[in-house]
């Protein structure tokens, strides 16, 4: 890996060049951020553990013509994606009241809402990823009005998907969040989704139980996040079903 060249690194993976032009090597790590990177924790297992779990997203909506960044998976800590052009924005996706939404509007979490909502925060740690307006987004230029609705719709389609493959395993998808980029082909742009999907950046809750799945586990101290992401793994037939978290997860090839 020191022979590659780094492009880039965040609080929870790595990019590197990639073998042919128009690629990258994303590498997971096994660092568990909160707060703006004010709780920090390295969670063992958790890179491998995501890697897998955002191979099996992608790959699912590749699947029914969302399209993505990955192309495959190299081994248990990295996979190749295509180089894109991230829009400064994350994504969010809310079927249910959780987290800063029910902070701001005084919602019990676990409320459902009246129909997915779609909002968006602009990418920036100094400020604390701050909830924007579209009118924000078009004034500073940071995407056009064809942009926003095609990420809507792009977000929507995401939610559909994941909100069927979790409830056939028993779990509840609260909310998520996503990066979309624009892929170039020549002169031509089409955007895709991005950067992850993982227990990272979405919420999970067991449908019966309550249980949380997700990174709140970490953010709130509830329990052992590898236990948590190992469970959604275990559901969506990621890990045998028969095995409990033991530090260094065995995955299906």
């Known amino acids: 890996m020191a022979r590659r060249k780094k492009i880039y690194e965040g609080k929870a993976k790595i990019l590197y060049e990639g073998p042919e032009p128009g690629t990258l090597v994303q590498y997971f790590k096994d660092d568990a951020t909160a707060y703006n990177a004010e709780k920090h924790a390295v969670i063992d297992g958790k890179g491998v553990l995501n890697n897998r779990l955002s191979e099996f997203f992608m790959t699912g909506l590749n699947a029914i013509g969302v399209p993505t960044h990955f192309i495959r998976r190299l081994n248990m800590r990295e996979q190749l994606v295509r180089q894109v052009e991230i829009i400064p924005l994350e994504v969010v996706v809310r079927n249910f009241a959780a987290g800063s939404l029910s902070k701001r509007l005084g919602l019990e979490e676990g409320t459902q809402l009246p129909?997915?909502?779609v909002e968006f925060y602009y990418?920036?740690?100094?400020?604390?990823?701050?909830?924007?307006?579209?009118?924000?987004?078009?004034?500073?230029?940071?995407?056009?009005?064809?942009?926003?609705?095609?990420?809507?719709?792009?977000?929507?389609?995401?939610?559909?998907?994941?909100?069927?493959?979790?409830?056939?395993?028993?779990?509840?998808?609260?909310?998520?969040?996503?990066?979309?980029?624009?892929?170039?082909?020549?002169?031509?742009?089409?955007?895709?989704?991005?950067?992850?999907?993982?227990?990272?950046?979405?919420?999970?809750?067991?449908?019966?139980?309550?249980?949380?799945?997700?990174?709140?586990?970490?953010?709130?101290?509830?329990?052992?996040?590898?236990?948590?992401?190992?469970?959604?793994?275990?559901?969506?037939?990621?890990?045998?079903?028969?095995?409990?978290?033991?530090?260094?997860?065995?995955?299906i090839n």
């Open 115 to 117: 129909r997915p909502i």
């Open 123 to 251: 990418k920036d740690d100094r400020l604390g990823d701050p909830l924007v307006a579209e009118e924000h987004i078009i004034a500073f230029g940071w995407a056009s009005q064809q942009d926003l609705d095609d990420m809507v719709a792009l977000a929507l389609r995401v939610n559909d998907f994941l909100s069927g493959v979790m409830l056939a395993v028993g779990i509840r998808l609260v909310d998520f969040k996503i990066e979309i980029g624009r892929l170039w082909e020549g002169d031509f742009q089409r955007l895709v989704v991005a950067d992850e999907i993982s227990p990272d950046s979405c919420r999970l809750w067991d449908i019966e139980t309550g249980r949380h799945l997700d990174k709140d586990v970490f953010r709130r101290d509830l329990g052992d996040l590898a236990d948590a992401y190992s469970e959604v793994a275990r559901r969506l037939g990621v890990l045998p079903t028969n095995v409990t978290h033991s530090g260094k997860p065995r995955l």
